[in-house]
């Protein structure tokens, strides 16, 4: 059974840092690239970062700079580092592995950026 299972979120302060992780299980992780996205309630989902099997990243514009996308195949887990965050930082973060058409979500981890 594909599963994804998000943690790292919680509460920080504007210019504050987070490390979000995401543990993959019941698929070939070293075969797929994964990504990471997030979503504000009321608003589409939005891609945030990606990471291909061979380690290549690709950065949304609002994040470059300041969000970094790792990957251990070792450990089966992808990483978002998110440095310098902002008040619209915040929402709900998605692990993604590119499996298939649709992909395979995880549920999510809340990042809440607030003095």
């Known amino acids: 059974q594909v599963q994804l299972v998000e943690s790292g979120g919680g509460l920080v302060q504007p210019g504050g840092s987070l490390r979000l992780s995401c543990a993959a299980s019941g698929f070939m992780f070293s075969m797929y690239g994964m990504a990471w996205y997030r979503q504000v309630p009321g608003k589409q989902r939005e891609w945030v970062a990606t990471i291909t099997r061979g380690s290549s990243t690709n950065y949304a514009d609002f994040v470059k700079g300041r969000f970094t996308i790792s990957r251990d195949n070792a450990k089966k887990a992808v990483y978002l580092q998110m440095n310098s965050l902002k008040s619209e930082d915040a929402a709900v973060y998605f692990c993604?592995?590119?499996?298939?058409?649709?992909?395979?979500w995880g549920n999510g981890t809340l990042v809440t950026v607030s003095l």
């Open positions: 993604k592995a590119e499996i298939g058409f649709q992909g395979v």
